[in-house]
Nanobody
Framework: QVQVVESGGGLVQAGGSLRLSCAVS????????MGWFRQAPGKEREFVAA????????YYADTVKGRFIISRDHAKNTMYLQMNSLKPEDTAVYYC???????????????????WGKGTLVTVSS
């Protein structure tokens, strides 16, 4: 059974940092694009960042570009999201997702995802 589990969320002050992890078990996603979405209270889920199969190409939403860094470790079957200079508007539930039908992440759309984690809550206080 495939499990996708996020961790690393929590409460942090504005300007602080957090690192989210997405651990996968039950299969490997080493040839799949993976990424992060988030959903703030009362808002729709939105794209945050994506990474291609090799980790050589990354993509970011304009709202997080320059502050967040996505990476992956094939040996650990884990993906990460380093979040720096956090703002109150980054407060959301962050979801890990994988698209097993694509190795590229250039078009990483919610409806294309095959696997989702249950999410981890990030709260940024002002």
């Amino acid at each position: 059974q495939v499990q996708v589990v996020e961790s690393g969320g929590g409460l942090v002050q504005a300007g602080g940092s957090l690192r989210l992890s997405c651990a996968v078990s039950g299969r490997t996603f080493s040839t799949s694009a993976m990424g992060w979405f988030r959903q703030a209270p009362g808002k729709e889920r939105e794209f945050v960042a994506a990474i291609n199969w090799s980790g050589g190409s990354t993509y970011y939403a304009d709202t997080v570009k320059g502050r967040f860094i996505i990476s992956r470790d094939h040996a650990k079957n884990t993906m990460y999201l380093q979040m720096n200079s956090l703002k109150p508007e980054d407060t959301a539930v962050y979801y890990c997702a994988a698209d097993i039908h694509s190795a590229r992440a250039i078009e990483f759309r919610e409806h294309d995802m095959d696997y989702w984690g249950k999410g981890t809550l990030v709260t940024v206080s002002s």
